[in-house]
């Protein structure tokens, strides 16, 4: 059975009801079932409506709702995958909960999506770090660099300091084997 035929199947099974699955668009679902459209369209959610969902994550976090912020942005990325800047918070959410797999595979996807995000990349070296896996993290610092070459962009500045972070560990390690 097809997505178009699923929805109708669903309006049918559903009809006389309160609002439910028989209220899906049929185009909108077939859309959202082959991948070529989201979950967002699908639930009639606004950019705006979705925009305030963000600030509202973001609140909980300045709050200290690290868990509550987490679930809102993980719900903000099932409802729109193509948001790089989505996954790339949640990444950085990730990290500080300390779930440094999920970290990883988001921030990744956030760069897969969008090589431009500063933000995906300092996330992911900053993560890199605490993994001690110090080559990877020197890479993506890199990246941070090159996107911010005038050194104005807060994770520019940020990502200059932990080079130097970098450096000094790498030059420990070197001469921690070199003794040795």
């Known amino acids: 059975m097809d997505a178009k035929a699923l929805a109708t199947a669903a309006s049918s099974d559903r009809a006389g009801s309160q609002a439910g699955p028989g209220d899906v668009d049929p185009k909108l679902f077939a859309r959202w079932v082959d991948g070529s459209g989201t979950l967002k369209e699908l639930m009639g959610i606004s950019d705006k409506e979705y925009a305030w969902m963000a600030v509202a994550g973001y609140t909980m976090y300045e709050m200290g709702n690290l868990g509550d912020a ?57 993560l890199l770090l605490r993994m001690g896996r110090l080559a990877n993290a020197a890479e993506d610092l890199r990246r941070v660099l090159a996107l911010d070459p005038d050194n104005r962009h807060p994770m520019g500045r940020r990502g200059r300091k932990l080079v130097v972070l970098v450096k000094d560990a790498l030059d420990r390690m070197v001469a921690s084997k070199q003794a040795s």
């Not at 987490?70 to 918070?89: E, G, K, N, W």
């Not at 595979?105 to 956030?110: E, I, N």
């Open 70 to 126: 987490l679930q809102v942005y993980d719900f903000l990325s099932a409802l729109d995958p193509s948001r790089s800047d989505i996954r790339s918070t949640l990444g950085g959410l990730y990290v500080q909960e300390g779930d440094y797999q999920a970290a990883l595979q988001t921030l990744t996807l956030a760069i897969q999506q969008d090589p431009s995000d500063i933000y995906a990349w300092g996330n992911r070296a900053e």
